[in-house]
């Protein structure tokens, strides 16, 4: 079993508290800066967990540079690991003020991971101080099957460049997703069909006609993992929810992931 970890952190910080650090708005996301998870909802093997936070209150130089660790432990119902990464040793620099550290993690499940309960535990040290702070949360890995993972927003279409689900009129907005768990015909494709909807804050749909495709051809016997874009053009200001489903057309299952979305004017 491979596992992956990334730690990713956002500078915009300032400030310092006899009281020491905080971890503060602890959030599972749809991808980087992504829209919020449902809570409970679990994770399927294929996906990728991503989980953000802010730092509060750690002790700046005088320089404004802070100096920090964060340490993760993921345990599965048993009380085996199945992730940790050992302190690790950061510095941020303050830009835009604030004492609030914006961050961020992510760590793939693979396709072969067991159903299970999970455990977590995240551990924040101020390096200056020495002083310590721990979250602890539980979140769980659902049994393998057909559905939406890799679900995000992203600037460009490969779906390599994560932004949040923020834009401003004029610009785009990538929808990226994949798809694992669906079921081979006869000729030993999938047939997966894919409808994106859109609706505006009093729940009416923007388009009478679904964004829609079907991938049902030249995939691999062994691909196991199908990705997916949908290209937005932001066209009108306000708050929407994309609204994402797939239907595997062999099993008849289907999964629905639904995103909120806003729209600024340009100024």
């Not at 119902?77 to 835009?96: D, I, L, M, R, W």
Request: glycine share 10%.
């Amino acid at each position: 079993m491979s596992h992956f970890f990334a730690s990713v952190l956002v500078v915009a910080f300032l400030g310092g508290d006899a009281a020491g650090p905080e971890i503060v708005n602890p959030r599972a996301t749809y991808g980087h800066l992504g829209a919020p998870r449902p809570k409970g909802a679990g994770i399927l093997p294929g996906d990728t967990a991503h989980f953000s936070f802010e730092i509060k209150n750690l002790k700046a130089d005088a320089n404004g540079r802070v100096s920090y660790s964060i340490a993760i432990v993921i345990s599965d119902e048993k009380g085996k690991v199945f992730f940790e990464q050992k302190p690790y040793n950061s510095f941020a620099h303050t830009y835009f003020g604030g004492n609030l550290l914006p961050a961020a993690a992510q760590v793939s499940v693979p396709l072969d991971t067991k159903a299970s309960a999970m455990s977590w535990k995240v551990t924040v040290t101020d390096r200056t101080t020495g002083k310590s702070t721990t979250l602890n949360g539980t979140g769980k890995v659902l049994p393998a099957d057909f559905g939406l993972v890799h679900v995000g927003t992203f600037a460009d279409v490969e779906a390599r460049a994560p932004i949040a689900p923020v834009g401003v009129v004029g610009s785009q907005l990538h929808l990226g997703f994949g798809v694992v768990g669906f079921d081979r015909g006869k000729d030993k494709q999938p047939a997966i069909k894919v409808q994106l909807q859109i609706r505006d804050e009093k729940g009416q749909l923007t388009s009478a006609q679904p964004l829609s495709g079907l991938v049902n051809k030249d995939i691999a016997a062994d691909v196991k993992f199908v990705p997916m874009t949908f290209g937005l053009t932001l066209d009108r200001p306000g708050r929407y929810t994309l609204e994402l489903t797939a239907q595997d057309q062999n099993s008849g299952k289907t999964s629905t992931v639904h995103l909120p979305v806003r729209i600024l004017p340009a100024e």
